[in-house]
């Protein structure tokens, strides 16, 4: 294809005329579609079948002889925590097993930090509130939309940062983090939600070496993609644990992780893992709020997964299923949008989303004419602080869900839309009318 | 048996020859009991071992067709939250299901009151404390342990007011509310930790009418043994959220509970239940934090118990299980403290403990012969706040995890303690030693 700016008008013209009739035949067939949650479907949920049984009658001894279904245990069974170790980054002394969510636990680091603040901090973080400075957040953009909400929610300032490819533009985060009032940062570090992108080992190890203003600066390392790979090349990242321990700053890094896609999304198990310091710090908050998570329920991921190698072959099946998913995806938009200047996008090697930067002005634009056709996609803006991408640019699109028939339908119609957006705009910018 | 203050100096020593024989006779046994914590034994968690292959493999839709496996249904499932509804009081509508522990339910709610605020509040109750007012709870006497340490955890003030056998102090709790600092007040309104008492219609009258400083003034309505009787007589109250309501205070009450002590206690659900506005405010932070509770648990609950007549079976299962360990103690406690003088205790209709005041002044002093008896006691002291009993008096006997047999030799020994611990103070009073 022929770059939309560089077409004649009568060949931009015919392009518009052909594009809408497509895109109106798409939209007459009257579809439902939905890309917008990163939600695993039913079959990959059938992969764990398995565990609705589990652990199965009668058993409900731990290792360490301790009762499972009783109070107690509140760091989590032994076992389990080493079987998640590996994915974690973490010697199993160092991982509090929550319940069923990682933002949760993300959650309460926040609220503790606001009430109670951290190990090496002087004060609560919310006390600067008092002060009319409120803590900030670096957040790389495009990113999570959940992470940002937190920060919403208790009147946290987010900073967004560039990502680069190789993780957040480390020059940028660098100035940032000398103002004290710069609490944290949010990472996901492998790929990231949603440009799919893994931090360079040297965008790493700057991380766990720049000098911050505030000491008691935390890095909210949310390694939710940290073994969902989509190829066979599995991309590692450095310990960020052992990378901090290393730098002399042992308790930068809260790591946060699952297995909502792992296992089962609505009954996985998530963690916290940290320094010693930390980890401590964590459970006698935990301990106020708690006498322990559901035991019985980290048995069942013990029984079902049993170790890291059967954790791979789990974490192989689903790849099998998601793969194709994203081939499609890419390929309609390889079809329809290479060459024009439309759009460019991640191919992810792992996660659970592509993120598309659409002509700069017309993320909106698409997203309306996709609803129009009946194709559900996230609201523009979701990946920048406070729903506000100033480039009404970028878009994430989630292909998990839906079958890969759908997904294909989509992913055609995603296309149309973001050609059809380009070429209404560039028709615009040439001051015409159609 | 004669009052120990009305003992002859030489009755007195010859008693206390006799106790301290008896005493040291029990401590060369050797025995390690435990009467600290509210654990269900194992042959209670037994009632519930169907559980552990539950929901069932391919058993895992709702009954409105959601896949229970996966993200969504923030309120929990509508089934889930019909069964628990008679038990909570409320309208399925207006309930939460929540994770395993109602600790946290509450938990949540105070560090949300803090830096948000509650309906009807002008301002996040952390924000007084920016003015040196910290925001207060009435706390009722003896009570639960960890509530105390919520409150203890985030600098919430607490103002003791007694029980009365009938629920609180109402004239009490009436003149501290007039104080706006005053946002709360802990309740565990029926089989009351550890007192065992029910409040009457009148004191939840009283609750729920009284004029509060505080517009924003919420009743924790800690209902944890609202089906947990221990005699064929089941005691009921009114449902608190009516009576607000009816009160013209419809938002005043959160009301918590939990199955921790029905089927599985660290694999339980835990449930929020209150007005409309409240469920609302509670909905949209709890959105924040999670993108929903674990629904498979909540199906597997339904499986198992089905309807209100199945849970009200399974708790007369855990009655023929625990009535004859209270039975125990009462038992115990008669025949060697009856008429001495030396202790006051509850009888309770149900519940998980049995309270006990000893002479002023001498709780320490049991808790330690126990413990030098091979005897664990709950510190005296926890079941105030900041685990500091003024008079030195209160104890909390936990019955239900060891077996009869254990419980009986351990409430003889309780008795000896408490007796013996009199008998030493009656003497020093005296101005004799021994």
């Given at each position: 294809?022929?770059?939309?700016v ?8 015919a ?9 109106d ?5 009257g579809?439902r579609l939905?890309?917008?949650r ?5 079959d ?12 199965g009658n009668?058993?409900y001894?731990?290792?360490?002889g301790?009762?499972?279904?009783n ?6 069974l ?13 010697p ?17 680091c ?5 009430l ?7 004060s ?8 009319q ?5 670096i957040c ?20 967004p ?5 190789q ?9 940032l983090?000398?103002d ?32 911050t ?10 390694n ?5 790979h ?7 990242i450095p ?43 964590f459970?006698?908050r935990?301990?106020?709020r708690t ?5 019985l ?22 790849r ?6 994203f081939r ?13 200047g ?5 191919r992810p ?20 004419l996709a ?6 996609l ?25 079958s ?16 059809l957006?380009?070429?209404e ?6 001051g015409e009318t159609?």
């Amino acid at each position: 294809m022929t770059r939309i700016v560089d077409l004649s008008n009568p060949e931009l013209q015919a392009l518009r005329r052909q594009t809408r009739a497509e895109y109106d035949a798409f939209r007459g067939r009257g579809l439902r579609l939905d890309m917008t949650r990163g939600k695993p479907a039913p079959d990959q949920l059938d992969l764990a079948n398995e565990m609705l049984a589990l652990p199965g009658n009668r058993d409900y001894f731990a290792e360490a002889g301790d009762d499972a279904r009783n109070y107690g245990v509140l760091q989590g069974l032994p076992e389990a925590r080493a079987l998640f170790a590996p994915m974690l980054g973490a010697p199993a002394e160092q991982i509090f097993v929550a319940d069923n969510s990682s933002l949760a636990v993300m959650h309460d680091c926040i609220v503790w930090a606001l009430l109670k603040g951290v190990p090496g901090g002087a004060s609560a973080w919310g006390s600067t509130m008092v002060q009319q400075t409120a803590p900030a957040f670096i957040c790389p953009v495009p990113g999570y939309d959940r992470h940002f909400a937190l920060c919403e929610e208790y009147r946290i300032r987010m900073l967004p940062v560039a990502l680069t490819g190789q993780g957040p533009d480390m020059d940028a985060v660098e100035a940032l983090v000398a103002d004290p009032s710069v609490k944290a940062m949010w990472c996901v570090p492998k790929y990231s939600n949603p440009t799919g992108e893994v931090y360079s080992a040297e965008t790493v190890r700057r991380l766990t070496a720049m000098r911050t203003g505030a000491a008691d600066f935390r890095l909210f390392w949310d390694n939710a993609y940290a073994v969902h790979h989509l190829t066979g090349q599995q991309r590692e990242i450095p310990s960020i644990l052992d990378a901090c321990a290393a730098a002399g700053n042992p308790d930068r890094a809260f790591v946060f992780g699952s297995t909502s896609k792992i296992t089962l999304a609505g009954a996985g198990l998530a963690f916290f893992a940290s320094s010693p310091a930390n980890l401590a710090w964590f459970m006698a908050r935990a301990f106020k709020r708690t006498i322990g998570s559901d035991k019985l329920n980290q048995l069942r991921h013990v029984r079902f997964l049993h170790d890291q190698a059967g954790l791979m072959r789990h974490m192989d099946r689903h790849r099998a299923l998601l793969a194709p998913k994203f081939r499609a995806v890419e390929a309609a938009l390889d079809q329809r949008l290479a060459g024009t200047g439309a759009a460019t996008w991640a191919r992810p090697e792992g996660g659970y989303f592509i993120s598309l930067d659409a002509v700069p002005g017309t993320a909106k634009a698409v997203v309306a004419l996709a609803r129009d056709a009946g194709l559900a996609l996230t609201a523009a803006g979701s990946t920048w602080p406070n729903g506000h991408d100033p480039h009404d640019s970028n878009l994430r699109l989630a292909p998990t869900f839906p079958s890969l028939a759908d997904v294909t339908a989509a992913s055609e119609a995603i296309a149309l839309c973001i050609l059809l957006a380009a070429i209404e705009q560039q028709t615009a910018a040439r001051g015409e009318t159609g």
